[in-house]
């Protein structure tokens, strides 16, 4: 809500904050939709888990494993557009709804992909609910702007993306729970296996996904069901992708921009994410596989730590700049991730959440930036930039095995530098 032009500002404040936060009426639709956003960081942060367990379950190298993320974040490609036309012709609540299902036909499919013991059943059943993550971004985001009044809808997304953030933590907690069987084996001992001892053993690898995957599926369709009777906000139609006024907003040069900066973003973060555990193994090659994983929770409490004093720190300073000095701060942690040895060198990489906390959301509002009914295609085309998040792992898997992990981190390194190059020429 806007101040008239001679309203005190302090006076525009305190409406704000009496404004409800929700309105009444549409409180449990809100914590459902919420809840979204916890679901799609768990699936996106189980990765970082299956990325290390498919190199012990199926016998993958580093840069085959990568294609996890390549399967997962090639779907938000290619359904980012298709996803906002759904939503257009059919309305959000239907984008929510087929969201949910694919998710959970996607984790169900885990189930039959152990069985066969076949990567290529996994990456299927990963497209499928990754699809519907994609669906459930696409939705959700707008929902939340709509609970309440438009002067607190920053406050409704910030408690959103903290949610979002709290998914993250779980995920690799999960994981070393439900998924790291705590038994490993050598390379050594691996090869003197006989033949029905390493079969049975990769087969009970695989089927450590089977529980944690199910019921994740059954949640997923308890929120559907949940969803389809609850009372939500309406949303009003957004431009048509192909109309004139679509054609202005691709030639806008910021959001191309963001455009660019997300791709560079997505892959540094799931580069560092993914190859955490390996990093920490490759570097204390003591550290048992489930203390990796809680490490690994560790780095993404302080990524949600972040949003939340990032929020605060862009009360006294402006996007861009906060922005950029987040992005040279992880530029020179990552040279010191390279530079150092052991426990420090993970220390330094751990410590890049915290700064990357800030930014897939503030290249996002400034893409958007000034894009009136163009929003929604906007929003789209950013969405679709998490393809990064498909090219960077399997390229850094491979360059790992060319030279080592830490050498490997020079992608991601150059993935920042990018980001910091944005912040330098947006606009606020």
Same mark, same amino acid.
């Given at each position: 809500?806007?101040?008239?032009?001679?309203?005190?500002?302090?006076?525009?404040?305190?409406?704000?904050?009496? %404004?409800?936060?929700? =309105?009444?009426?549409?409180?449990?639709?809100?914590?459902?939709?919420?809840?979204?956003?916890? =679901?799609?960081?768990?699936?996106?942060?189980?990765?970082?888990?299956?990325?290390?367990?498919?190199? &012990?379950?199926?016998?993958?190298?580093?840069?085959?494993?990568?294609f996890i993320q390549f399967v997962f974040y090639l779907?938000?490609?290619?359904?980012?557009?298709?996803?906002?036309?759904?939503?257009?012709?059919?309305?959000?609540?239907?984008?929510?709804?087929?969201?949910?299902?694919?998710?959970?036909? *996607?984790?169900?499919?885990?189930?039959?992909?152990?069985?066969v013991q076949r990567y290529w059943a996994f990456l299927?059943?990963?497209?499928?609910?990754?699809?519907?993550?994609?669906? $459930?971004?696409?939705?959700?985001?707008?929902?939340?702007?709509?609970?309440?009044?438009?002067?607190?809808?920053?406050?409704?997304?910030?408690?959103?993306?903290?949610?979002?953030?709290?998914?993250?933590?779980?995920?690799?907690?999960?994981?070393?729970?439900?998924?790291?069987?705590?038994?490993?084996?050598?390379?050594?001992?691996?090869?003197?296996?006989?033949?029905?001892?390493?079969?049975?053993?990769?087969?009970?690898?695989?089927?450590?996904?089977?529980?944690?995957?199910?019921?994740?599926?059954?949640?997923?369709?308890?929120?559907?069901?949940?969803?389809? &009777?609850?009372?939500?906000?309406?949303?009003?139609?957004?431009?048509?992708?192909?109309?004139?006024?679509?054609?202005?907003?691709?030639?806008?040069?910021?959001? =191309?921009?963001?455009?660019?900066?997300?791709?560079?973003?997505?892959?540094?973060?799931?580069?560092?994410?993914?190859?955490?555990?390996?990093?920490?193994?490759?570097?204390?090659?003591?550290?048992?596989? &489930?203390?990796?994983?809680?490490?690994?929770?560790?780095?993404?409490?302080?990524?949600?730590?972040?949003?939340?004093?990032?929020?605060?720190?862009?009360?006294?300073?402006?996007?861009?700049?906060?922005? *950029?000095?987040?992005?040279?701060?992880?530029?020179?942690?990552?040279?010191?991730?390279?530079?150092?040895?052991? *426990?420090?060198?993970?220390?330094?990489?751990?410590? =890049?959440?915290?700064?990357?906390?800030?930014?897939?959301?503030?290249?996002?509002?400034?893409?958007?930036?000034?894009?009136?009914?163009?929003?929604?295609?906007?929003?789209?085309?950013?969405?679709?930039?998490?393809?990064?998040? %498909?090219?960077?792992?399997?390229?850094?898997?491979?360059?790992?095995?060319?030279?080592?992990?830490?050498?490997?981190?020079? $992608?991601?390194?150059?993935?920042?530098?990018?980001?910091?190059?944005?912040?330098?020429?947006? &606009?606020?």
């Amino acid at each position: 809500m806007e101040s008239l032009p001679d309203e005190p500002a302090a006076t525009s404040a305190a409406k704000a904050m009496a %404004a409800p936060f929700v =309105t009444p009426g549409f409180r449990a639709g809100f914590v459902l939709v919420t809840a979204m956003f916890f =679901t799609w960081a768990l699936a996106n942060n189980l990765n970082d888990i299956l990325i290390r367990q498919f190199q &012990k379950a199926l016998a993958l190298s580093r840069a085959e494993a990568g294609f996890i993320q390549f399967v997962f974040y090639l779907a938000y490609f290619v359904w980012a557009i298709p996803a906002g036309l759904v939503l257009r012709r059919l309305g959000y609540r239907a984008g929510l709804l087929l969201g949910l299902t694919l998710y959970a036909a *996607g984790a169900a499919l885990f189930y039959p992909a152990a069985e066969v013991q076949r990567y290529w059943a996994f990456l299927l059943a990963l497209f499928v609910l990754a699809s519907g993550a994609a669906f $459930l971004e696409t939705s959700a985001n707008p929902f939340i702007a709509r609970f309440g009044d438009p002067s607190r809808a920053s406050q409704r997304l910030t408690l959103a993306q903290a949610f979002n953030g709290l998914g993250a933590v779980v995920a690799p907690t999960i994981g070393g729970l439900f998924i790291f069987s705590g038994i490993e084996h050598s390379s050594g001992a691996i090869a003197a296996m006989p033949t029905e001892q390493l079969a049975d053993y990769r087969a009970s690898e695989a089927a450590m996904v089977q529980g944690p995957y199910v019921a994740l599926a059954l949640f997923v369709l308890l929120l559907a069901i949940a969803i389809a &009777k609850v009372r939500l906000p309406a949303i009003p139609r957004s431009v048509d992708p192909t109309s004139g006024s679509a054609r202005v907003i691709l030639r806008n040069r910021q959001l =191309t921009g963001a455009v660019i900066a997300q791709c560079f973003y997505v892959g540094a973060q799931v580069c560092v994410w993914s190859y955490f555990v390996d990093f920490v193994k490759h570097l204390l090659p003591e550290t048992p596989e &489930k203390t990796a994983a809680y490490l690994l929770s560790g780095s993404l409490i302080l990524f949600m730590t972040g949003r939340f004093a990032g929020a605060a720190l862009m009360n006294r300073m402006r996007p861009t700049r906060l922005l *950029g000095i987040f992005s040279v701060i992880n530029v020179v942690l990552m040279i010191l991730a390279m530079s150092f040895a052991g *426990g420090l060198a993970v220390a330094m990489l751990a410590l =890049t959440s915290f700064f990357m906390s800030i930014m897939f959301p503030t290249i996002f509002a400034l893409g958007i930036r000034d894009l009136g009914e163009g929003t929604a295609l906007g929003s789209s085309l950013i969405i679709m930039a998490i393809i990064g998040g %498909a090219v960077f792992p399997p390229l850094m898997g491979l360059f790992s095995e060319w030279t080592d992990l830490q050498t490997a981190l020079l $992608l991601p390194l150059v993935c920042f530098g990018v980001v910091g190059i944005f912040a330098r020429v947006a &606009k606020d």
